[in-house]
């Protein structure tokens, strides 16, 4: 399977090695060439020029930012990929997004499956993802070797679109869990509690989870190195509100969230790890 991957993210970039590490990656493309380039040169593939260089994939995965950036690489991939080629997207976008790649995809007989992931970049970098998938299942079973690169877990959820819907799902957990921890945390050091001690002693009960131990010391020490950036929660989160008023459920946690990391974007910190949370956290 001769593999293409657009975005050499956080998270691109590590599954991108995973595929090549199972000898599948062919080509490597990025909107900042130079990345693509070094990336490239790293891992002794091509770097892509143009679309023309996808021509002869049969699979080409997806890691971008945002909606806009999917249907862009969609529209020029349906061009040039030859029909029975594949299209799997793992960017965090709206289900609509994912149906209309889709539709545009499969004008020209090539497949497509939006299949966001979750894990975090240590995820991409330990090849533990959570893999949501959203499509036709025999295409899922066609790529799934591909995908077995990096992934932890690959659940089909259903019809294209149901990948994205789950993702939404996840964000609303992620969002409430990261207002939860920064909101403890600095609590914590307002106490003069110990991190030492607290870290473990909340990790080890029922307040445990991944957010907490991935993230907890490196926030209580300042850093908030990405990661998962906060102008990225902010996009989903913008996503995760349409789709929750559409059918009609509580948005607390939602509309909280978005204002959180609105204010942090306008303070010049979109590429911060969402657990710069914690500094509006020790505002009071
Ligand atoms: P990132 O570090 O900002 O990387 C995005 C990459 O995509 C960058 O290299 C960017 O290029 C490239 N890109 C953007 N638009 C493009 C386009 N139109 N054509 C080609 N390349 C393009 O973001 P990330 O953290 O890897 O996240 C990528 C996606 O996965 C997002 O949708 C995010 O919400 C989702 N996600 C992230 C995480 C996480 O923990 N980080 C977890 C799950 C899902 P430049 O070099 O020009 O910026």
């Known amino acids: 399977m001769k593999t293409g991957f657009i975005g050499l993210g956080a998270m691109g970039a590590p599954m991108a090695g995973h595929l090549h590490a199972r000898g599948l990656l062919t080509v490597v493309g990025n909107r900042t060439q130079a990345k693509a380039d070094a990336l490239a040169a790293e891992l002794g593939v091509r770097a892509v020029v143009s679309a023309a260089d996808y021509a002869e994939c049969d699979l080409v995965v997806l890691c971008v930012s945002a909606d806009a950036d999917v249907l862009q690489n969609v529209q020029a991939l349906s061009e040039v990929l030859k029909p029975g080629a594949r299209v799997v997207d793992h960017s965090t976008v709206s289900a609509e997004t994912a149906r209309e790649a889709a539709r545009i995809l499969t004008a020209r007989g090539i497949g497509f499956l939006d299949a966001p992931v979750s894990g975090g970049a240590e995820g991409a970098r330990n090849g533990k993802l959570s893999i949501m998938v ?42 409430g869990i990261n207002e939860a921890v920064c909101e403890g945390l600095a609590f914590g050091e307002k106490l003069g509690l110990d991190p030492a ?16 131990d991935k993230r907890g010391a490196s926030m209580l020490r300042r850093e908030y190195v990405p990661g998962f950036k906060c102008a990225h929660l902010l996009k989903d989160l913008n996503i995760v509100l349409g789709m929750a008023k559409a059918v009609g459920v509580s948005t607390s946690v939602i509309e909280h969230a978005l204002a959180d990391y609105a204010r942090l974007v306008e303070r010049g910190l979109g590429d911060a790890d969402t657990s710069a949370l914690i500094e509006l956290k020790r505002e009071g």
């Not at 089909?156 to 819907?165: E, K, L, N, V």
């Not at 001690?197 to 991944?210: D, M, Q, S, V, Y």
Request: with cysteine.
């Open 197 to 212: 001690k607290l870290l473990p002693t909340l990790g080890a009960g029922a307040a445990g989870n991944w957010f907490l």
């Open 134 to 175: 959203g499509g036709s299942e025999s295409e899922l079973d066609a790529v799934r070797p591909a995908l077995e690169a990096y992934a932890l877990r690959i659940t089909h959820m259903g019809a294209t679109g149901s990948g994205q819907c789950t993702k939404a799902v996840n964000q609303v957990l992620v969002a």
